[in-house]
Nanobody, 116 residues
């Protein structure tokens, strides 16, 4: 059974930082590309950042330079370091593991609220 379990969300003031974690089980983590998505109230889910099995990364323009995605294959975990947070970053953040023709898995989400 595949499980992706996110943690690390919470309430933070504008300009603050948070680090999200996503622990994976039930998949061969080292070969899966991983991603973080987010969904704000009333909006569609959007891609935030991706990391390939080899460690190459890509970011949405809205978070580039502020967020960093990384992975620890020894711990089957992907991270999202979020700095200089803005109120518009408020959303539920989801971890995703997707390999074409093999599987597409989601975590349950973790709430991030940026507010003073």
């Amino acid at each position: 059974q595949v499980q992706l379990v996110e943690s690390g969300g919470g309430l933070v003031q504008p300009g603050g930082s948070l680090r999200l974690s996503c622990a994976a089980s039930g998949i061969i983590f080292t070969i899966y590309p991983m991603a973080w998505y987010r969904q704000a109230p009333g909006k569609q889910r959007e891609l935030v950042a991706t990391i390939t099995s080899g460690g190459s990364t890509n970011y949405a323009d809205s978070v580039s330079g502020r967020f960093t995605i990384s992975r620890d294959n020894a711990k089957n975990t992907v991270y999202l370091q979020m700095n200089s947070l803005k109120p518009e970053d408020t959303a539920v953040y989801y971890c995703n593991a997707r390999m074409q023709y093999v599987g597409n898995y989601w975590g349950q989400g973790t709430q991030v609220t940026v507010s003073s």
